[in-house]
C-alpha cells in the first residue's frame, strides 16, 4: 500500500465534502453533467454500507460517519451491516452477495480478507456497482476507491512518539523496547509493526529486545503477555502495542505489575474511554488515532461522486495522528477522539 | 468404553482398583511435569521464580481455573459445555451496564450470578427434559448468549467507574492475588463437592452409563441440572473477575475460552467419554498451560510454540489413556 499516500490529500478531500454538502443544500440534485446520473436524483441513489464487524467501537464510529453523509445529503441508504465478528469471512461475503441482489447504485465496503472477498468484490464491481473500498485492501483491483489508514506510516508514527516519550522520561531516546501484535498474519498489524521497526531505526540507541503475540484474544491474554515481556526484560524503555486491545491489556499489565510510568513509555493504536482517561493521567503515553469516521464519511462521499460517472481518486489516506498527554485536549485530538459528538457535519 | 461399563454396572460409582491407580499415576506424572517445567524454568527463565512473576501467573490463570472447574462437572456427565465462554461475556457485560447504572455492587454482583446460573439450568433443562444432545443445546447458547451480549454492550466496551469492584482483581490478600484466592476456594468446594458428597458420586455414576444410574434410582435430571447449573454459575463468576480485572465489561470477552476450559480439563484427566475426571487433575492441567506459556515467553521462543507444545501434549495425554483403556479392554 505505498501508493496510499498519493492522489488526493486529505485537505482537498474535506473541501470536496464541502462542495457536495453545499450541492446538496443548493439543489438536491446530482450533478448534471454526468450522463449516467442525468435522470437521477441524489436522494434516490441507494447503498450498502458493509464493515467487518458491528461489534466494536471501531466500526460503529465507521458506520456513523456514513450515516452522516448519508443524512447530510438525505441519502437512501439500504443498510448499514457487518459480520457478527472480523473472523467471519463466510459472513461478510454472504452480506455482499445479498447487498449485490438489492442492485444498490454503490457499496462501501471494508474487506475482512484480503483475498476471501475478491471473487464477490469482482462480482459487484462487474455488475456495474461503484465500489468504494474502507480500511482494508483487497487483492483486487475491481474497486473504483480505496479510503484508508496508511498503517505502516502509522507504525512509523508510533515509533516517534514512543522514541519522544522515552527521551522526555530518561533524557535520551535509548534503550530495549518491545511490542506486541494482536495477531499474527493480520495485513494491516504486520504494516504496522513493519512501520514501528522502520520507524525505531531512526533511533540508533534503541534496540527492539522482544516480541509478542496476543493469539487474537482481546481480554486475557494481551494482559499475560505484555507481563511476560515486563519480567523478560525489566531495564524495558518502552512497549508499542499494534491495536486497541493489546494497548489495554498493556495499559493493564503495567498496573499489575507496578511498572513506574515516570521510566517506562506506552504507545499504541486505537482509543478507547478508558485508555483517553489512562492518557490524561499519563499512564499511557501515546494513542496513535485513526479516522474511522472520515473513511465511513468519505466511503459514501465517494461512492456518490463515482455513482455520477465522475473518476475519483483512486486512493486516499485518511490519516493518522498521535494523541499524547500534551495535545489530549487539542480541537484535532477531540475531534477524533469523539466523533459522535464533535463532528456532526463530517467535518472537523 | 460402553462395552467396559456396561459390563460392570454394579461398579460405576466406584470405580474399580486398577483405574483407581492407573489415574492416580497419571495426576501424579502431570504434577511431575508441572515441577520438572517449574524447576527448568526456574534454572533457564529470567525473572521465572519473582514474585511479581508468580503473582502475574497466578492472576492469569484464574478466570480459565474457574471456567475448566466447571467444565469438569460437565465433562464427567459425558456432557459437555461450549457456553461457558459466552456466559462469561455475557455475565461481564451484565456486570458493567448494572454498575455504569449505579447499581449496588453487591446487588449487581446478586443478580448477575442468578441470572448465569438459571442460565446454565436452561441448559441442563434442554438437555435433560428435551433429550437433546449437550453440545448441540451449548452451541446454541454460545451463538445466542454472544449475540445479546453484543446487543446489550451495543458492540461497545462499557466502563464503569467503581473502583471498588476493579481493586478487588488488582490487590492481594496474604501477597497472592485476591483473583486467585477465588480460584483456590472455588476449587476447594468444588473438590469436596464432586469427591466426597453422594450428589458428586451421582454426577459420576451419570457419566459412566445413564440408563444404569436411572435404573438405580439416581435422580438423573437433578444431577444434569446441577452440573450445567454449576458451570454456568462459575462461568458468571469468572465473567466478574475478568469485567473486574479489564475494569470494564467487552462484548467479545471470553470468545474461545470454553475450548482453554475443555483442553485444560481434559490435560488433568476428564474424559470426554465421561465417569473420569478429578478437580486437582484439571487445576494441575491449567496450572501447566499456564507455566508452560509464561516460561516459554521468558525464555524469548517465538510466540507460537507454545501454543504448538499445547496441542501437542493434549495429544500426547489423551493417547495415553486411551492406550491404557485398549490395554484393559484386550487383557
Request: proline content about 3%; charged content about 15%.
Amino acid at each position: 500500500m505505498t501508493d496510499r499516500n498519493g492522489t488526493f490529500n486529505r485537505a482537498g478531500f474535506i473541501g470536496l465534502g464541502s462542495a457536495l454538502g453545499a450541492l446538496s443544500v443548493s439543489g438536491g440534485s446530482l450533478v448534471a453533467s454526468a450522463a449516467s446520473a442525468a435522470e437521477k436524483s441524489l436522494t434516490d441513489l441507494k447503498f450498502v454500507f458493509i464493515v467487518k464487524t458491528v461489534n466494536s467501537d471501531y466500526w460503529q464510529t465507521c458506520i456513523a460517519g456514513g450515516k452522516a453523509a448519508q443524512a447530510q445529503l438525505g441519502l437512501k441508504g439500504l443498510q448499514f451491516t457487518g459480520a457478527n465478528s472480523e473472523a467471519n469471512i463466510q459472513g461478510q461475503i454472504a452480506l455482499v452477495e445479498d447487498a449485490l441482489a438489492k442492485k444498490p447504485d454503490f457499496l462501501v465496503l471494508a474487506p475482512t480478507s484480503a483475498n476471501a472477498l475478491d471473487a464477490t468484490i469482482d462480482k459487484v464491481y462487474k455488475a456495474g456497482i461503484k465500489t468504494i473500498l474502507i480500511d482494508s485492501s483487497a487483492n483486487t483491483e475491481s474497486f473504483d476507491a480505496f479510503l484508508a489508514t496508511d498503517n505502516h506510516a502509522g507504525g512509523m508514527l508510533a515509533a516517534k512518539t514512543l522514541a519522544e516519550a522515552i527521551k522526555k522520561k530518561t533524557g535520551a531516546a535509548a534503550g530495549q523496547v518491545a511490542y506486541v501484535t494482536f495477531l499474527s498474519g493480520v495485513g494491516s498489524l504486520t504494516q504496522r509493526d513493519q512501520g514501528f521497526l522502520d520507524g525505531i531505526k531512526a533511533y540508533p540507541q534503541i534496540t527492539v529486545v522482544g516480541h509478542q503475540d496476543a493469539g487474537g484474544d482481546q481480554s486475557q491474554k494481551p494482559i499475560g503477555v505484555v507481563s511476560d515481556l515486563l519480567t523478560r526484560f525489566p531495564k524495558l524503555a518502552g512497549v508499542f502495542a499494534d491495536n486497541l486491545y493489546t494497548l489495554e491489556g498493556a495499559a493493564t499489565a503495567f498496573r499489575e505489575n507496578h511498572a513506574d510510568p515516570k521510566k517506562i513509555s506506552l504507545v499504541g493504536f486505537d482509543p478507547s474511554t478508558k485508555l483517553v482517561a489512562d492518557l490524561k493521567a499519563g499512564a499511557v503515553d501515546g494513542i496513535i488515532l485513526q479516522d474511522p469516521y472520515q473513511m465511513g464519511f468519505g466511503g459514501v462521499m465517494y461512492g456518490i461522486v463515482a455513482a455520477a460517472g465522475i473518476n475519483v481518486p483512486k486512493f486516499l489516506n485518511t490519516g493518522v495522528t498521535a494523541a499524547t498527554p500534551d495535545n489530549a485536549n487539542s480541537s484535532l485530538t477531540q475531534a477524533l477522539l469523539n466523533p459522535m459528538t464533535q463532528r456532526h457535519f463530517g467535518f472537523s | 468404553m460402553s462395552q467396559i461399563v456396561s459390563g460392570a454396572p454394579a461398579a460405576q460409582s466406584r470405580p474399580a482398583r486398577p483405574r483407581l491407580s492407573w489415574e492416580v499415576a497419571l495426576r501424579l506424572g502431570l504434577l511431575l511435569i508441572v515441577i520438572a517445567l517449574a524447576i527448568v524454568f526456574t534454572l533457564t527463565a529470567p525473572g521465572f521464580l519473582s514474585p511479581q512473576n508468580l503473582e502475574n501467573n497466578e492472576r492469569q490463570m484464574a478466570v480459565i481455573g474457574i471456567l475448566a472447574i466447571g467444565e469438569t462437572f460437565v465433562i464427567i456427565t459425558a456432557g459437555i459445555d461450549l457456553s461457558v465462554g459466552s456466559m462469561l461475556g455475557f455475565s461481564g457485560i451484565l456486570m458493567a451496564l448494572a454498575l455504569s447504572h449505579g447499581i449496588a455492587i453487591p446487588l449487581a454482583l446478586g443478580a448477575v450470578l442468578v441470572i448465569a446460573t438459571l442460565l446454565g439450568l436452561f441448559n441442563g433443562l434442554l438437555i435433560d427434559t428435551a433429550a437433546l444432545p449437550p453440545f448441540i443445546v451449548t452451541l446454541g447458547m454460545l451463538g445466542i448468549l454472544r449475540g445479546f451480549t453484543q446487543i446489550f454492550g451495543n458492540g461497545q466496551q462499557i466502563g464503569f467507574g467503581n473502583s471498588a469492584f476493579t481493586d478487588f482483581a488488582a490487590d492481594n490478600f496474604l501477597g497472592i492475588p485476591q483473583l486467585f484466592w477465588m480460584l483456590v476456594i472455588i476449587a476447594l468446594l468444588a473438590a469436596y463437592l464432586l469427591h466426597l458428597t453422594r450428589r458428586g458420586r451421582h454426577v459420576f455414576a451419570i457419566g459412566s452409563n445413564l440408563e444404569g444410574a436411572r435404573r438405580a434410582g439416581i435422580n438423573v435430571r437433578g444431577v444434569t441440572l446441577f452440573v450445567y447449573a454449576i458451570s454456568g454459575l462459575l462461568a458468571g463468576i469468572a465473567g466478574l473477575l475478568l469485567t473486574a480485572r479489564q475494569a470494564q465489561g467487552d462484548p467479545n470477552a471470553g470468545t474461545g475460552y470454553e475450548l482453554d476450559a475443555i483442553a485444560a480439563a481434559v490435560l488433568g484427566g476428564a474424559s470426554l467419554f465421561g465417569a473420569r475426571g478429578s478437580i486437582l487433575g484439571t487445576f494441575l492441567g491449567v496450572l501447566l498451560v499456564q507455566i508452560l506459556t509464561n516460561g516459554l515467553n521468558l525464555l524469548n521462543f517465538d510466540p507460537q510454540v507454545a501454543r504448538i507444545v499445547e496441542g501437542a501434549l493434549l495429544i500426547a495425554f489423551v493417547y495415553m489413556d486411551h492406550w491404557r483403556k485398549r490395554r484393559l479392554a484386550t487383557a
